[in-house]
């Protein structure tokens, strides 16, 4: 339990947000991998509210069933059509069922908001006994913001003064709202039905309660924060890159600082929920997303992007690109390789070069080194599937499984025609098309006999390079393959002879 749990956050989403020129709703546009709304919820659950109260308006539903995908803990709560931070509030304390207490305001838009810096607020309010306290920043170009304007001595704070509504001694204040507060509840439901729209905007100014607190007596105080970046919103698409930008810095630099070695910084894109193991190497171009984890020692990269996947200690992943699968502890993967969902691949195994997998588990120690497709599949412990094998696993109406025993040495260039099973340890020859159950030990074999045209380039090619090279070798004698001696049932003696490794 957090020492100074609030009894409730609300959180204020209602906005249009119209400078994004978006027709997605302001806060679901998303950095390092949630979105400005999740990071705001992800904050404000950090300091354990009793309640969590998110207000929406504009785009409701989009917004409301975001919320109950992320965070279905989040209570909902509508702004009427009266407009401004402080009727948005108003509506959002009609969910809350505290009469006293401490509630912390934040806004959806304000992704670096971290749960330390609410609840450094949250302690000051309470420690001190203060009506209000709000969140300030000294900020270099003020405009656009709220003044926090101070009594004489500078300890206290008399209210706040929106920019449209300043003087110009008020403008040239730098020290700036933040919209992010603690209050008194008991003072903040009382305040909220004394102030009215009488300003420049026409709104119903959530910063007139710090005025009407003051003047009933109570102590409204400020918490500065020497990070302003931790209070900016992100109005437009240039600033939502601009704070996704420091974000990815602020991860990047977690990670290193806990052991883990970003070879290049600038090029690593880690998602702000990826867990990374110690002594991890992620090499330049990656992007680490969603609910990413890469053990300890695993070397990722370069170029690679994985979502939603799980990475083995020490294992090594290369060029590829992966959604939604696992790799096992000690495994390799890539280059040039496509993981879909489902992939599943055991400890010390390997998925190689130009190969695509898909709902497919692969066991420890089993190989899918080269050129492969393997969909709807299991395969064995210590299997090998030869370079240029296709799980043919779709009939154009369904899609079959297939499976592969433990220590099978399936052949290159192998079509496994699903529904199939190959037993344990057995094999199929190079360029088998396996349409029937292999048993297990058993080697399948579906090839026709190769047939020899004896002169065939010379004949139907004459006057060509190949017809030349052709009569050359043959006139030096010694390589004129003998009619159907050829005919060596090559693929069924020795099938190990055609597996890639
Ligand atoms: C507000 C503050 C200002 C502060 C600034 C910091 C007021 C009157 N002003 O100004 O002092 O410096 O934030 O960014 O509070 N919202 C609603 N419903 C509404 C209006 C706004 O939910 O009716 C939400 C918006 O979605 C947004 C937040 O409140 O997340 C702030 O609204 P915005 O209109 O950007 O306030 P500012 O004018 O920037
Ligand atoms: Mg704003």
């Known amino acids: 339990m957090t020492p100074h749990a609030p009894q409730a956050v609300v959180v204020l989403a209602a906005g249009a947000g119209t400078r994004m ?48 995908e992320h965070a279905p803990f989040a209570l909902v709560a509508d702004q009427d ?75 206290e704070v008399l209210g706040i003064v929106e920019h449209k509504d300043a ?22 439901r009382d305040a909220l039905t004394r102030i009215g729209t009488d300003n420049a905007q026409g709104e119903m100014y959530l910063t007139d309660v710090l005025a009407i607190a003051r003047e009933d007596g109570r102590a409204v105080r400020a918490v500065v924060t020497d990070d302003a970046v931790l209070v900016e919103g992100a109005n437009d698409r240039v600033q ?9 810095r602020r991860i990047n630099e977690r990670h290193m600082r806990a052991g883990v070695t970003l070879v290049d910084p600038a090029t690593a894109y880690i998602d702000a929920d990826v867990t990374i193991g110690q002594d991890a190497v992620i090499e330049p171009n990656v992007q680490l997303q969603g609910a990413t984890e890469i053990g300890a020692r695993a070397g990722i990269g370069p170029d690679s992007s994985l979502r939603d996947t799980v990475v083995g200690e020490g294992a090594s992943v290369i060029r ?20 879909r969902p489902g992939t599943v691949l055991g400890a ?5 070069g130009f190969c695509e997998t898909k709902n497919a588990q692969i066991g420890d120690d089993a190989k899918v080194p080269h050129l492969s497709y393997v969909g709807d599949a299991e395969i064995g412990e210590g299997t090998n599937i030869g370079a240029a094998t296709i799980f043919a696993n779709y009939d154009g109406v369904t899609k079959h499984r297939t499976t592969v025993g433990r220590h099978v040495r399936v052949g290159s260039d192998s079509v496994l025609v699903a529904p199939v099973t ?5 094999a199929t020859g190079a360029g088998t098309v396996v349409r029937k159950d292999v048993p297990p030990g058993a080697l399948a074999v579906a090839a026709a006999s190769q047939r020899n045209v004896e002169g065939w380039t010379e004949r139907r090619r004459e006057g060509t390079e190949a017809a030349r090279a052709a009569r050359e070798a043959l006139d030096a004698g010694g390589t004129d393959a003998g009619g ?16 890639n490794r």
Request: glycine share 10%; aromatic share 4%; hydrophobic share 40%.
């Open 21 to 68: 020129r978006s027709a997605l709703p302001k806060v679901l546009h998303p950095i390092c991998g949630r979105s400005l709304l999740m990071h705001a919820v992800t904050a404000a659950a950090g300091i354990d509210p009793a309640q969590l109260v998110v207000v929406v308006r504009h785009e409701r539903a989009l917004v409301a069933k975001h919320l109950a």
């Open 81 to 155: 059509d009266i407009p401004g931070t402080g009727r948005a509030v108003r509506c959002g304390l009609e969910s809350v069922t505290a009469q006293e207490g401490t509630v912390v305001v934040t806004y959806g838009d304000v992704p670096l908001l971290d749960a330390e810096t609410l609840a450094r607020l949250v302690a000051d309010h309470e420690e001190r006994g203060s009506a209000v306290t709000v969140l300030t920043a000294r900020v270099g170009d003020p405009t656009g913001y709220g003044r926090i304007v101070r009594d004489a001595s500078g300890a």
């Open 167 to 188: 003087s110009d001694e008020q403008r040239r204040i730098d020290e700036v709202n933040s919209g992010i507060y603690a209050f008194d509840i008991a003072v903040l």
């Open 240 to 248: 939502l890159a601009a704070l996704a930008a420091e974000m990815r």
């Open 320 to 339: 590829t690109q992966a959604l939604l699968a696992e790799i096992g502890d000690g495994a390799t993967v890539g280059p040039f390789t496509y993981l």
């Open 348 to 352: 010390r195994g390997k998925i190689g």
């Open 422 to 426: 190959i037993g344990d340890g057995a």
């Open 484 to 499: 159907t001696d050829v005919e060596r049932t090559d693929a069924t003696d020795r099938p190990e002879e055609q597996e």
